[in-house]
């Protein structure tokens, strides 16, 4: 029979098929970071139980690490509580831990790939929503809460239903400065925010395959936002490129025993899908979001759109909603709504190639007068290469601020927030109310975008900029 | 965890798609190490007319009489999307809430609920909007579920809902998760040798 990718992954992982319960999926790797993490551990010991596979668990600091300083002491008491207790309970279970200071710590799903940790054909889990990042190498990955992220703790495994499974195709060429983030915003809009409640998204199509993996990993990243759990790209020779010579990655004999079993994953031709989506890439603009809900978004070249005109009362109310927080009128053209802050950075555009193309547009030019414009590298790695690359001094000259690697804003668990009715050009995943901080405004963008807006003081088309 | 079997009780109302684990519960309060004491946060934003949460929005329906009672909630569609942290779940359950209604959950809520043992039953649109006018005419009334019959019972009228049979035992029982996983060891171990050899480069030192 033919099968999906993801079929072909969840039965290569069942440990106990359901018979009328739950069936039970093997773990490959367990990514752990300190919000999530604290309540499980606490449970393991409170139970008496152990780490079943410390050698298959990694953690790092990401959500609370400032991103001004290094130094651990200047940080607020409750974030240090939260580190420090991650710390400890690595140290007690041997649980390999990228902490604060350490020259590869990072945003779990920045350092996981780059580490060669991530894999096709693996099971990855992490307490964090965007761990659909990772399947852009071919595996199943997905974000799990605190009391799943204890059960896999101490089993290795999870209790898991299957899921549904929905094919996205995109064929064609991209336009112009038209990127990965402009495609998934764009899938989001058409599908909506639950539209993949309950699927496996795979993602296929010649325009898919001539992305990199890092922006590969910017379509997966967002699958949550589209409701679904997991998101997934089939490995090729971009992926093992990508892979090979990594850190944990294959070695010896081994890698070519890793590759003929990768080869074997994708998807077979006419194998079923619950669900399938055809978009052309040339019909793809540069996206921008004007709500606060990341289905809320247009090209753009649109406008914002007018409630009154919803037929459905549900979205009129959530537009309606949106608008008020937004302090936008209907009818305003996208290209004309300021901006006071940009934030490039987050699991979803702050790897290298982002920064570069970021860097591209602000060499040699000047963040408007009254933007405070903020870079965060993805990890300690991302910001190393930058710098060997001198993309610090561009951002630095252009008068963006160059940071130490986090979450940063895209949550503002650290000190990097919007304050109240700020309005910010981001290259994050989410503009919901307050995310940024509280009453802070959120326009969710592509890097190349967040950039331009950073010189133009307000949402500009990339295609138009003169560069 | 506390079984879930029948509960009646106060229904408080969102009216208000894709409500977030965001606004459920703002990151400023994700840095607690514990479970416990998430309840008076639950909604921040809207709940509070201050950052620090000292002054109540009186608009908020939290904030009223009888809901400061209340138990059940009933949502619109995409209810506890975004973010999974489990810290929306335990907030929702230290202020109180048993039992949540709406149309449509996100996956990861749903599945932090159950562990939670708090019962999300998914109705049809219709049904939803019946019993939001229902709760909206009627300051306080009061919404039941039976989990073994799998109904909820409101103004009179039974409405019938799916769950997962295994979630539906969890919940039923107070199920421990891990525990019920670990009478699979055997098999576990079983996977983990035969993963060994078929894929080496998996064994990290």
Redesign the interface.
């Known amino acids: 029979m033919n099968k999906t990718m993801f079929e072909k992954i969840w039965q290569d992982h069942l440990?106990?098929e359901?018979q009328?319960?739950?069936s039970?999926i093997?773990i490959?790797l367990h990514l752990v970071h300190e919000?999530?993490s604290?309540?499980a551990f606490?449970a393991l010991r409170e139970?008496k139980?152990m780490v079943?596979c410390p050698?298959?668990t990694v953690a790092t600091m990401d959500?609370?690490v400032s991103t001004r300083t290094k130094d651990i002491a200047k940080v607020d008491a409750?974030?240090r509580?939260?580190m420090d207790?991650l710390s400890k309970n690595c140290q007690e279970f041997g649980v390999r831990l990228y902490d604060f200071a350490d020259k590869d710590q990072g945003i779990v799903h920045v350092i996981g790939p780059e580490l060669g940790l991530t894999?096709p054909?693996?099971t990855i889990v992490c307490?964090?929503?965007h761990t659909a990042t990772h399947g852009a190498f071919g595996s199943l990955a997905f974000?799990?809460?605190?009391?799943?992220v204890?059960?896999v703790l101490?089993?290795?495994?999870l209790?898991q239903?299957q899921p549904k499974t929905m094919l996205i195709n995109i064929d064609g060429k991209l336009g112009k400065k038209v990127t990965s983030k402009d495609i998934i915003l764009c899938v989001i809009g058409q599908i909506g925010?639950?539209g993949g409640?309950?699927y496996v998204i795979e993602y296929a199509g010649s325009a898919i395959r001539d992305l990199s993996m890092e922006a590969r990993m910017t379509i997966c990243n967002m699958s949550?936002?589209a409701?679904a759990?997991a998101g997934m790209i089939a490995p090729d020779e971009i992926t093992f490129n990508y892979i090979k010579g990594r850190d944990?990655a294959?070695?010896g004999s081994?890698?070519g025993?890793?590759v003929a079993?990768w080869k074997t994953l994708p998807s077979d031709k006419n194998a079923k899908f619950d669900r399938v989506i055809n978009i052309k890439a040339e019909d793809i603009k540069p996206m921008v979001t004007w709500g606060t809900?990341p289905?809320q978004v247009t090209t753009v070249e649109g406008v914002v759109p007018d409630p009154e005109r919803m037929e459905d009362a549900?979205?009129r109310?959530?537009a309606q909603?949106a608008l008020a927080y937004m302090d936008l009128k209907p009818g305003t053209k996208i290209s004309d709504i300021k901006i006071d802050k940009v934030f490039i950075g987050s699991c979803t555009n702050g790897r290298i190639e982002d920064l570069r193309e970021a860097a591209q547009i602000v060499s040699g030019r000047r963040v408007a007068p009254g933007v405070t414009a903020i870079v965060v590298p993805g990890s300690g790695r991302v910001r190393l290469q930058a710098e060997k690359e001198g993309l610090d001094q561009i951002f630095i000259n252009a008068g963006l601020e160059w940071r130490f690697a986090g979450c940063s804003m895209c949550?503002?668990?650290n000190d990097d927030q919007l304050k109240k009715g700020e309005r910010c050009a981001s290259t994050s995943n989410?503009n919901?109310?307050?995310?940024q901080g509280?009453g802070g405004r959120t326009h969710l963008m592509s890097p190349v975008m967040a950039a331009v807006a950073a010189l133009e003081g307000k949402i500009t088309d990339v295609r138009i900029f003169k560069s | 965890m506390q079984p879930f079997k029948f509960h009646s009780g106060i229904a408080a109302f969102v009216n208000r798609v894709n409500v977030d684990t965001d606004a459920i519960i703002p990151k400023q309060f994700l840095r607690k190490i514990e479970k416990v004491g998430f309840g008076k946060h639950l909604f921040h934003e809207w709940r509070y007319s201050d950052y620090e949460g000292t002054r109540e929005n009186p608009d908020f329906i939290l904030n009223q009489e009888p809901y400061r009672k209340a138990t059940v909630l009933l949502a619109r569609d995409n209810f506890g999307c975004g973010s999974s942290r489990e810290h929306a779940p335990w907030a929702l359950g230290d202020f109180g809430f048993r039992l949540i209604i709406a149309p449509s959950f996100a996956d990861i809520f749903y599945n932090n609920c159950v562990k939670n043992g708090i019962l999300l039953a998914q109705l049809k649109s219709q049904e939803v909007d019946e019993i939001f006018t229902f709760v909206e005419k009627n300051k306080g009334a009061v919404i039941s579920a039976d989990l073994p019959a799998q109904t909820v019972t409101a103004g009179g009228k039974t409405y019938s809902f799916a769950i997962d049979a295994f979630n539906k035992e969890c919940l039923l029982k107070g199920l421990d998760g891990i525990g019920w996983t670990l009478q699979f060891q055997d098999k576990i171990a079983a996977y983990e040798n035969k993963i060994k050899n078929q894929y080496p480069w998996l064994s990290r030192g």
């Open positions: 440990v106990r359901s009328g319960d739950t039970i093997y490959d919000v999530t604290p309540q606490a139970n139980r079943r050698q298959k959500h609370n409750t974030s509580t939260q207790t894999l054909g693996l307490g964090d929503s974000g799990i809460g605190t009391s799943e204890e059960h101490a089993t290795q495994t209790q239903s925010t639950a409640t309950g949550i936002e409701g759990r944990f294959p070695k081994d890698w025993k890793a079993y809900s289905g549900v979205e109310t959530a909603n949550l503002g668990m989410r919901f109310e307050g995310r509280p």
